[in-house]
């Protein structure tokens, strides 16, 4: 997998810069609760019907990315999803999943690793002509109610 050139550059200069030890980061990481599921928690709350998605494995923006590198980061991640979850999973969401995050190159290797459902980061109602390769998802956050939400309101102010 090929990171885009000038993020590497960026993240191997802050290395060096800050003189961080790459292996002594990531034993860090992994001894710190980052309030990342682990495999247990994500086969626990699948089987009480959670259903679960795919993102990415490097969580790059996929447009500026080459055909094999959006594959890869596609099929790469499903992987390992389906080997948790020992099932299979074709529900992909965006990485950062503005409009501009996805086009006719990323939906034709979503559909080419086995996603169904691609979804973007944008609010808005989805309706049977809604392109399934990129619907609409919200996110829900402490000051909105979700109820409103389902129908295209964020705020109580959009009622009014």
């Given at each position: 997998m090929v990171i885009p050139d000038k993020r590497k550059i960026i993240i191997n200069g802050l290395f060096d810069k800050y003189q961080i030890d790459h292996n002594k980061m990531k034993k860090l990481a992994r001894s710190m609760s980052m309030g990342y599921m682990?495999?247990?928690?994500?086969?626990?709350?699948?089987?009480?019907?959670?259903?679960?998605?795919?993102?990415?494995?490097?969580?790059?923006?996929?447009?500026?990315?080459?055909?094999?590198?959006?594959?890869?980061?596609?099929?790469a991640s499903k992987k390992a999803l389906e080997t948790i979850l020992e099932k299979p999973v074709n529900v992909f969401a965006y990485p950062y999943g503005k409009r501009g995050d996805c086009n006719e190159l990323t939906k034709s290797q979503i559909k080419k690793a086995g996603m169904t459902i691609g979804m973007i980061f944008e609010p808005g109602i989805n309706t049977p002509d809604t392109d399934f390769l990129k619907?609409?998802?919200?996110?829900?956050?402490?000051?909105?109610?979700?109820?409103?939400?389902?129908?295209?309101?964020?705020?109580?102010?959009d009622i009014l």
């Open positions: 682990s495999k247990e928690d994500i086969r626990f709350w699948n089987a009480h019907g959670i259903d679960f998605g795919i993102h990415t494995v490097t969580h790059p923006c996929l447009t500026i990315l080459n055909e094999s590198d959006i594959y890869e980061e596609i099929s619907l609409y998802r919200m996110g829900v956050g402490m000051n909105m109610d979700f109820r409103l939400a389902c129908h295209g309101l964020t705020r109580y102010t």
